[in-house]
């Protein structure tokens, strides 16, 4: 093992929190599993409306992955919003942010869907359509996560003006 792997073997993963002090690890997990709940709870929620989403549009073999893109845009929009609520209006709840933010809209949105429709349509020969759904979803997503942020805080100052 190199150095720097040592290194960041040793790294404590909380600053504050002393793991070689019994009472402190217990602290941890305590105040750990609520966050993992919430996290479990609506990736199960999000996850969900996808697969609801998938079976109402489904994407037929070869096709543009349509359902899996609007997915994806959607969610981002979604979190655009969410954040700047949540860090320019609302002080919610600790648990909100990782239920959510985390669970339902990272079970919502899906990398992984993404990874294999690109890789489906590679196999299938159709390369071009991958690539072409490879950046169509990261320029439409990367917008829609900017604009609806954008936008939101601009209602919230309209508003509170």
Same mark, same amino acid.
């Given at each position: ?73 959607? &969610?981002?929009? =979604?979190? %655009?919003? *969410?954040?700047?609520?949540? !860090? ?5 709840? @600790? $648990? #909100?942010?990782?239920?959510? &933010?985390?669970? =339902?809209? %990272?079970? *919502?949105?899906?990398?992984? !869907? ?5 890789? @489906? $349509? #590679? ?39």
């Amino acid at each position: 093992m190199g150095e720097a792997e040592s290194r960041v073997l040793h790294e404590p993963t909380d600053p504050d929190v002393d793991l070689h002090v019994r009472a402190q690890r217990r602290e941890l997990r305590r105040g750990q599993w609520p966050i993992i709940a919430a996290v479990a709870a609506g990736g199960a929620v999000g996850a969900c409306a996808r697969y609801g989403a998938a079976l109402l549009w489904p994407t037929g073999a070869g096709a543009f992955p349509w359902t899996t893109f609007w997915v994806n845009v959607i &969610g981002c929009a =979604v979190i %655009g919003v *969410f954040m700047a609520v949540i !860090t320019d209006v609302w002080a919610a709840h @600790r $648990l #909100v942010r990782p239920f959510f &933010g985390t669970g =339902v809209l %990272g079970g *919502f949105t899906t990398f992984s !869907t993404y990874a294999v429709d690109i890789e @489906r $349509l #590679v196999e299938r020969g159709r390369a071009a359509t991958g690539l072409l759904y490879l950046a169509a979803t990261m320029v439409a997503a990367l917008a829609a996560v900017w604009a609806s942020a954008n936008l939101t805080r601009r209602v919230i100052e309209w508003r509170q003006s």
